[in-house]
């Protein structure tokens, strides 16, 4: 019904930027109704961890890792989200996916971020 695919992610250094995009499709509905949307990470060896969500009411939050650092955003379109990632450090290095909840969980396929000098 709703699909997510996420971009902008790659190897960038310490202390550097990406911003990644997360686009939506399939079940208009659906996507204009989401009540949450968010980023969670996955490090090898590790759980997936939330990042940053905000809800359909605007309000947001972060993992206390990023807080300071990672800026998450919706697009002028329902169907698009963002996230301003600064100051990347190596422990950032995860696959990162996007997230979405309207009774039942949507996730995309992920994109790799590597923070490594």
């Known amino acids: 019904q709703v699909q997510l695919l996420e971009s902008g992610g790659g190897l960038v250094q310490p202390g550097g930027s990406l911003r990644l995009s997360c686009a939506a499709s399939g079940s208009i509905f659906i996507i204009n109704n989401m009540n949450n949307m968010g980023w969670y990470r996955q490090a090898p060896g590790k759980q997936r961890e939330l990042v940053a969500t905000e809800t359909s009411g605007g309000s947001t939050n972060y993992a206390d890792s990023v807080k300071g650092r990672f800026t998450i955003s919706r697009g002028n379109a329902k169907n698009t989200m963002y996230l301003q990632m600064n100051s990347l450090k190596p422990e950032d290095t995860a696959v990162y996916y996007c997230?979405?909840?309207?009774?039942?969980?949507?996730w995309g396929q992920g994109t790799q971020v590597t923070v490594s000098s």
């Open positions: 997230w979405a909840l309207r009774g039942v969980q949507y």
